[in-house]
């Protein structure tokens, strides 16, 4: 992987901040934008701008054609069966609100569980509280161990014949845990549940297999890999889909509308109601193609190795705490002793390095690690060792700066 070469496709990176070069390590809340994805929205919006699936005229036809073609390119990049099992979100969040509003809801009764983790992101966590709230179910965790992970020991002990939805993330979004999800999936089956795999920050840097991993749905988001904001996408199987209600009602998704009462598209429009993220798709299709032709495994390896390497410096830093286990995603969740996050945070970015302070949408998570917040370095396919030695550096700097002033 020529690293050198491809951060040259991406112009943000360009740039000073604060009198530094940029060192953008924030890719788990958002990753940059290379110049094809860039250029694919531009020219949409200059050539072929028009509304699906209505007109027949030329424009109308090619904004169909590339939106559906869009679609296409993300089934054989998590090899879904069908395109109808591909359905354009806004976003993870909205992804895991469809199942969580449309199939939990229809389905769950009081004495059902719902199996999720104390580590989830708030968007794989407050929509499953709604839906147990809705119709009388129980939220169950499942237990974690000292590193940050969880063990399929556990994983069984948790789930009964009473769970019907099993709500994982493919990897934690603070602490870089992967989940063996084709696993957790297996014993969710084995005791008649369906599983909901939060894969936000999983599609960007796995290779993922819907098939393999048997989910029955996997959600994740566009911009978190290169695309645009605002597009997403649900997985679901079939069979399931095709017995869910659309949870937002109006154009697009319609088939016929009587006075009284309506009936739908069928999949996947039936869940894309409204004028869709044509722009984002289009986007989103040429994210995947440029990863695709770098080739997942390529990132990963990449990227974990260079998880390591920031895990084996920033730990030579006296007064340093890292959260997670030895295994991880391209992240280092961190907190430096004395110095609140933010002030990380803030003292790195006088340096033009970008990092995340806070709870990262995972409160429930801060309270088990007994922290009110902490600093995140987040790594994609455009970082090198390079960014590590300056992070190290600045934090080596903040740590002098803050010792100064107590």
């Known amino acids: 992987m020529d690293v050198k070469a491809i951060r040259q496709q991406f112009p943000i990176l360009d740039q000073e901040v604060n009198g530094h070069p940029l060192?953008?390590?924030?890719?788990?809340?958002?990753?940059?934008?290379?110049?094809?994805?860039?250029?694919?929205?531009?020219?949409?919006?200059?050539?072929?701008?028009?509304?699906?699936?209505?007109?027949?005229?030329?424009?109308?036809?090619?904004?169909?054609?590339?939106?559906?073609?869009?679609?296409?390119?993300?089934r054989r990049f998590i090899n879904a069966s069908s395109t109808q099992e591909v359905i354009f979100t806004r976003g993870t969040t909205t992804a895991i609100n469809i199942v969580a509003?449309?199939?939990?809801?229809?389905?769950?009764?009081?004495?059902?569980?719902?199996?999720?983790?104390?580590?989830?992101?708030?968007?794989?966590?407050?929509?499953?509280?709604?839906?147990?709230?809705?119709?009388?179910?129980?939220?169950?965790?499942?237990?974690?161990?000292?590193?940050?992970?969880?063990?399929?020991?556990?994983?069984?002990?948790?789930?009964?014949?009473?769970?019907?939805?099993?709500?994982?993330?493919?990897?934690?979004?603070?602490?870089?845990?992967?989940?063996?999800?084709?696993e957790i999936t297996k014993i969710a089956h084995e005791n008649g549940a369906v599983v909901v795999v939060d894969g936000a920050q999983g599609a960007p840097h796995i290779e993922v297999d819907v098939q393999d991993m048997d989910c029955d749905f996997y959600a994740f988001s566009g911009h978190k890999m290169c695309a645009p904001t605002g597009i997403g996408v649900l997985y679901g199987k079939r069979e399931l889909l095709e017995n869910m209600e659309p949870i937002e009602f109006g154009g697009e998704m319609i088939d016929f509308v009587n006075l009284y009462d309506s009936t739908w598209k069928e999949l996947p429009w039936k869940f894309e109601g409204g004028t869709p993220i044509i722009a984002g798709?289009?986007?989103?299709?040429?994210?995947?193609?440029?990863?695709?032709?770098?080739?997942?495994?390529?990132?990963?390896?990449?990227?974990?190795?260079?998880?390591?390497?920031?895990?084996?410096?920033?730990?030579?830093?006296?007064?340093?705490?890292?959260?997670?286990?030895?295994?991880?995603?391209?992240?280092?969740?961190?907190?430096?002793?004395?110095?609140?996050?933010?002030?990380?945070?803030?003292?790195?970015?006088?340096?033009?390095?970008?990092?995340?302070?806070?709870?990262?949408?995972?409160?429930?998570?801060?309270?088990?690690?007994?922290?009110?917040?902490?600093a995140r370095a987040s790594f994609y396919l455009y970082n090198t060792e390079d960014d590590v030695e300056k992070l190290v550096d600045g934090l080596l700097k903040t740590k002098e700066f803050f010792g100064d002033v107590f």
């Not at 965790?141 to 590193?147: G, H, N, S, T, V």
């Not at 990963?300 to 997670?324: C, N, S, W």
Request: aromatic share 6%; hydrophobic share 40%; glycine share 6%.
């Open 23 to 74: 060192v953008y390590l924030d890719s788990s809340a958002t990753s940059q934008k290379p110049i094809q994805v860039i250029e694919a929205v531009n020219d949409y919006y200059r050539q072929h701008n028009s509304n699906v699936h209505r007109g027949v005229h030329t424009l109308g036809s090619r904004a169909t054609d590339l939106y559906e073609g869009a679609r296409e390119k993300v």
């Open 101 to 182: 509003s449309s199939y939990a809801r229809a389905n769950l009764k009081p004495g059902d569980e719902i199996v999720t983790t104390q580590m989830e992101h708030h968007s794989n966590i407050i929509p499953w509280q709604q839906a147990a709230r809705a119709t009388g179910a129980t939220l169950k965790f499942i237990p974690l161990q000292e590193d940050g992970t969880v063990t399929l020991e556990d994983v069984k002990n948790t789930i009964t014949p009473n769970t019907k939805v099993v709500a994982i993330a493919h990897v934690s979004n603070v602490l870089g845990t992967i989940h063996p999800v084709k």
């Open 281 to 374: 798709a289009v986007g989103l299709g040429a994210a995947i193609d440029f990863l695709s032709e770098i080739g997942m495994d390529n990132i990963l390896e990449h990227e974990q190795k260079l998880a390591d390497y920031a895990m084996e410096r920033i730990r030579t830093i006296d007064g340093i705490q890292v959260f997670g286990p030895e295994h991880r995603a391209a992240l280092v969740t961190f907190n430096l002793d004395d110095v609140h996050p933010h002030d990380v945070a803030t003292a790195l970015d006088s340096f033009g390095i970008a990092v995340r302070a806070g709870h990262h949408c995972c409160q429930p998570l801060m309270k088990w690690l007994n922290v009110t917040a902490t």
